[in-house]
């Protein structure tokens, strides 16, 4: 098997953002690709994108540390921060921004043609499905709501008025000065005020009713039992409401929940706002990206599967269904991966090139690279600032995530920043943020409270997984280098001095035993004080690599328990199971390729596509393991760079 390399890009004309961030347009990009790949030259490839920073979809990670909260981020930070600046300037900053060389990602494992094709013209063209612990693929296909005499009954959601809601909401909430809500029962009946008295408890923890009669007429009055200490104590996830929940019935609802163009934690913040509960009661095993159409199982504390159904009647871009009463949440980590369904449109290839890519893939597989998403997507890459942590430069630190930097970002920011470097005044810089939860102004916050000569403090306000995903983001850096070294010296197969896994323990390939082994065995390691390295010259390059940047392999404990690396393993070459692909004809770049779950629940039939349409676009399958980025497979078939830089130079002369 041959190894090739990608070297230069040659870019086009560029557009801003604000040509290209309306998801409701059909917006296209082009690059022309003029590396010396093998016999790849001359490509070009076209990705259509709602942001330039999430052109291109990274499958779940589970190695993401969840923060105190429980909650799981993807590697960006707190709040995006793209660009807002003029058209005319965005590809020229975004020429600030990283290659795929830059964090050693330069290999191939296949020596097919690459060819152009367009990733992600329609959000829809990017589907993923979950795969469970047990192996089974999460489809929504049942809306159906299970039995229970103890749920209250439909009428309950449709008796209360929206007035009525909205004052009974602001009592709930203590936001007035407010002690009760009446509700006048109109045609009044006990069956009547039944309903309405389970409406306020069910929709409104923390709330009792009474029934009053004022001036003859029947009223249900709703107030706090015991003030703010009781709405306190029952919206909590630990103490909910007890004597409303059956013992019979499983303390959490399980249910599919199904996204349009939405990330997890957006769809599970939308969730608790309508149910009126804390995010925190909701637990899943992986996040799963916007830019696409995803299916995942989530799972919730003590709120029933007929309220959640209810909301499908409200929520846009997302439905739930698959309902379930278990005993236990879900847990980060506990699934064997996802399933991905992916249109390429308007692609070039011949039909030869395509069926060699395609069994390449499924046969050889593709280097498991991080993928561009974990190094971000400003000109100072996350790995720099895990580099300083892990050096304990904490002034380099500050520096790097506060200085003025080149490159697209949002004007509130590079104000921001100038202050910053004008002043070095964190209460003057901060005044600059509307938005104070990004990282900038959370370190901001942190300067203010414990003083510029307590910058680890400072920093330590930031959420915990946002500040281990820089370190984090150095040892990608780093094991995307070695890999390189590791392809480029040794080849795709496995050779004596590799790793390989016995169980969960590392174990050194011997000389007798090289036959035993492929490619697919071989792992490497993330720099940590747990690990072993390569008996072989990629080993000692681990080392020159951290000697020169001022870190010892040998001493990867850090002072502060929480940047200490303990290391981990990860295979060098993922194969992904269940391959398969197509290629069909069409006319129209905005009809749908294929029917998703929810087009299937709604009768939606099969698109009629024309035998000879005017282009061409390739369906493939492919499920992957946790932790595996599926961009980098869609870049073993292209053989295109997946970088921001290589993708914000548009060229539109296609749509016209």
């Known amino acids: 098997m041959e190894t090739v390399e990608m070297n230069s890009v040659s870019l086009k004309r560029p557009h801003s953002e604000d040509d290209v961030a309306n998801a409701d347009e059909i917006k296209r990009q082009k690059i022309s690709e003029n590396s010396q790949t093998g016999n790849n030259s001359g490509q070009s ?84 499905h979950e795969i469970g612990k047990d192996g089974r693929v999460s489809h929504l296909d049942d809306f159906s709501v299970p039995v229970d005499d103890e749920d209250p009954s439909e009428e309950t959601f449709t008796v209360l008025s929206d007035e009525d809601k909205q004052r009974l909401e602001e009592l709930q909430l203590l936001k007035n000065k407010e002690t009760s809500v009446a509700i006048e029962v109109i045609e009044d009946s006990k069956e009547k005020r039944t309903v309405i008295h389970q409406a306020v408890k069910s929709l409104f923890p923390g709330l009792e009713t009474k029934t009053e009669d004022r001036d003859g007429k029947k009223y249900i009055i709703a107030y706090h039992a015991a003030g703010k200490k009781a709405l306190a104590k029952v919206r909590t996830a630990t103490d909910p409401r007890k004597h409303s929940w059956p013992k019979s019935r499983g303390s959490y609802c399980h249910f599919v929940l199904y996204k349009e163009n939405k990330d997890t934690m957006d769809a599970i913040n939308v969730l608790s706002k309508f149910l009126r509960v804390k995010p925190n009661i909701f637990s899943y095993m992986g996040t799963k990206d916007k830019r696409a159409i995803t299916v995942q199982e989530i799972a919730v504390l003590r709120i029933t599967a007929q309220r959640l159904a209810h909301l499908n009647k409200c929520l846009m871009n997302f439905k739930l269904g698959n309902f379930s009463y278990k005993n236990h949440p879900l847990k980060l980590g506990e699934l064997q991966g996802n399933h991905f369904t992916v249109v390429l449109r308007n692609i070039t290839g011949t039909d030869d090139q395509i069926e060699q890519a395609m069994n390449s893939l499924r046969e050889i597989g593709f280097i ?80 203010l409270k414990y003083g510029m000569k307590n910058i680890i403090s400072a920093f330590g306000i930031i959420p915990r997984n946002n500040r281990l995903m820089y370190i984090h983001s150095y040892q990608s850096y780093v094991w995307n280098n070695m890999v390189s070294k590791r392809i480029e010296e040794y080849g795709l197969k496995a050779v004596p001095g590799d790793l390989t896994l016995k169980g969960a323990t590392a174990v050194h390939i011997e000389e007798g035993d090289v036959h035993n082994y492929t490619i697919h065995d071989v792992v490497m390691p993330l720099p940590g004080f747990d690990v072993i390295y390569p008996k072989h010259k990629i080993g000692e390059a681990y080392k020159e690599m951290l000697v020169a940047d001022n870190l010892d392999i040998n001493n990867m404990r850090h002072k502060i328990r929480d940047y200490s690396l303990s290391g981990a393993y990860r295979k060098i070459i993922i194969r992904p199971q269940n391959v398969n692909w197509e290629v069909v004809a069409y006319d129209d770049p905005k009809i749908p390729l294929f029917t998703t779950d929810l087009d299937k ?43 921001i830089k290589n993708q914000t130079q548009l060229n539109t002369t296609w749509l016209r």
Request: hydrophobic share 35%.
């Open 45 to 128: 490839v076209e990705t259509v994108k709602e942001q330039p920073d999430k052109s291109l979809l990274e499958d779940t990670k589970n190695e993401i540390i969840p923060n105190e909260e429980g909650e799981e981020q993807e590697d960006e930070e707190l709040e995006d921060s793209d660009e807002d600046g003029d058209p005319e300037s965005f590809a020229d900053m975004m020429k600030h921004g990283l290659t795929e060389s830059d964090v050693g990602i330069t290999k191939f494992v296949s020596s097919h043609k690459g060819f152009s094709g367009i990733l992600k013209e329609r959000y829809s063209d990017f589907v993923v």
């Open 368 to 447: 498991n690279y991080y993928g561009m998403q974990r190094f971000g997507t400003t000109a100072v890459p996350t790995y720099q600032i895990g580099r300083a942590i892990l050096q304990n430069n904490w002034s380099e630190v500050m520096d790097l995530i506060l200085k003025p930097r080149p490159g697209a970002e949002k004007g509130y920011l590079v104000k921001c920043r100038e202050e910053w470097a004008k002043t070095k005044d964190p209460a003057a810089a901060l005044k600059k943020l509307p938005v104070k939860r990004c990282v900038e102004g959370q370190l901001l916050r942190g300067l």
């Open 601 to 643: 629940l709604e009768g939606k039939p099969l698109p009629v596509l024309p035998m000879d349409g005017k282009f061409r676009a390739l369906k493939m399958e492919f499920s992957l393991p946790p932790s595996t980025y599926a961009t980098m497979a869609i870049r073993e078939v292209l053989k295109m760079d997946t970088s």
